[in-house]
Structures are given as structure tokens and as C-alpha cells.
């Protein structure tokens, strides 16, 4: 167990709503990284938050936003739901250091969204 | 743009035998692999990992190996357990920056007893 914890672990929502997905981090982290994995695929980077600030996205549209707070959890928002979001939601979280390197991440379970 | 590939979406192997998963890259600025397995249900767990200075890094019945001319790296596992039976997942990042991890599509090892 990595002490990761993603919530919900599930959640089915209508084409056009908005969600919000979130994620405690391991204690003694100070970074969250959020990806996005599709049946078959492997999980793709949305973004990074460190200290509460993005640092880093991925090639994903506006409508994908986040949030750190000041201890270190995190929230994943999508606004204006698509069918292909319907998607497994990774939070991973690690500590970085200021030079940029760090530990290794440590995901969580995930969020299984399905949007119809 | 696949920067990280893993060409074989399942491999099946006997138990106690060995279990060797296959990597390619095609950015030659990523500084260090890892190596992550995955069950149903569950978020991927780190099993391994090697900085581009090295070509081997080991740990029990893990073992990777890393050709950064051919930009391929492999997995090898020995003894295979069916409790290895998962999806492996290789990824890569630079050092610097967000960690921004690339993973490939991952590989379903199946261990047959």
C-alpha cells in the first residue's frame, strides 16, 4: 500500500458536466502528478503540481485544471465532460526537490470515470 | 508522437522460467527507465528503475537492462511467480524540470504454472 488515496473510486457523469477528483498524498510528499489512462493504453501525463503551484502539463485542453493545497493534497477538475474522458484518473505522488530531481512516484488506486 | 513503446501487448511464460519485457524509446533526452507493474483495480507500483549512466541495475529477481545506443531497454524477471502474472508498464523522464513520466502501453505477463 502506497498511502496514496484517490476518491471516489468511481463515478459515472452526463456528457457536459463538470467533476472534481481527488487525491490525499503520501505523507512527507510535496508533489502531485495526475494522469490519464485509457483502455489499453498507458497512463498519460496531465499535470504537476509542486507546493501548490502547476509545474508542468501535459497536452491536455483547459477544461482539465487542478488545485494543490497546503497539505500537499490535490483536486483534478474537468469541466464540460466528453465522452473520451471516460477514462482511469492516477494521482502519484512524490517529493521533489528544489533542483527538480526527486523520488520515485507513488500512485494511488485511481478514479474509474465513465462519462455517458 | 509514442516517445516510450512496448511492441508485445502480452507475453505468457512458465513458472520458474524466465520473463524478459522489452522497451523502446525514441527521446534521447530522457535520463532515467522505470519499470511499473500493475494489478486489476488497483494504481501501478514501482518495481525498478536505471539512470541513463548505467547499462544494468538489480534488485532480487528483478534485473534491467539499458542500451541507450539502441534506445531499448528490458525487464527481466527470474524466477518468473505467478503473482508476476500483472501488466508491466516501462516508462521515462528527464531529470530535470516536472517529473513528467511517459509511460508505454504497457505488457500483460501471464506466468503459467
Known amino acids: 500500500e502506497t498511502g496514496v488515496t484517490q476518491s471516489p473510486t468511481h463515478l459515472i457523469k452526463t456528457r457536459g458536466q463538470q467533476v472534481t477528483l481527488r487525491c490525499s498524498s503520501q505523507s ?5 502528478s495526475w494522469y490519464q489512462q485509457a483502455l ?10 509542486y507546493r501548490e503551484e502547476e509545474n508542468g502539463r501535459g497536452n491536455f485542453p483547459p477544461r482539465f485544471s487542478g488545485l494543490q493545497f497546503p497539505n500537499y493534497s490535490s483536486e483534478l477538475n474537468v469541466n ?3 465522452l473520451d474522458d471516460s477514462a482511469l484518473y492516477l494521482c502519484a505522488s512524490s517529493y521533489n526537490y528544489k533542483t527538480g530531481l526527486g523520488t520515485e512516484a507513488f500512485f494511488g488506486q485511481g478514479t474509474r470515470l465513465t462519462v455517458v | 508522437d509514442q516517445q516510450v513503446k512496448q511492441n508485445s501487448p502480452s507475453l ?20 532515467y527507465f522505470l519499470w511499473y507493474k500493475k494489478y486489476p483495480a488497483e494504481g501501478p507500483t514501482f518495481l525498478i ?3 541513463s549512466i548505467k547499462d544494468k541495475n538489480e534488485d532480487g529477481r528483478f534485473t534491467v537492462f539499458l542500451n541507450k545506443s539502441a534506445k531499448h531497454l528490458s525487464l ?14 516501462c516508462a521515462a523522464h528527464r531529470a530535470q524540470g516536472a517529473q513528467k513520466l511517459v509511460f508505454g502501453q504497457g505488457t500483460r505477463l501471464t506466468i503459467n504454472p
Open chain 1, 80 to 82: 464540460a465532460l466528453e
Open chain 2, 49 to 51: 528503475s536505471i539512470s
Open chain 2, 12 to 31: 505468457s511464460v512458465q513458472e520458474g522460467r524466465i520473463s524478459i519485457l522489452n522497451c523502446d524509446y525514441t527521446n534521447s533526452m530522457f535520463d
Open chain 2, 76 to 89: 527481466h524477471i527470474v524466477p518468473s511467480q505467478p503473482g508476476d502474472s500483472a501488466v508491466y508498464f
Open chain 1, 28 to 32: 512527507g510528499h510535496n508533489t502531485v
Open chain 1, 40 to 49: 489499453g493504453q498507458g497512463p498519460q501525463f496531465i499535470f504537476q503540481y
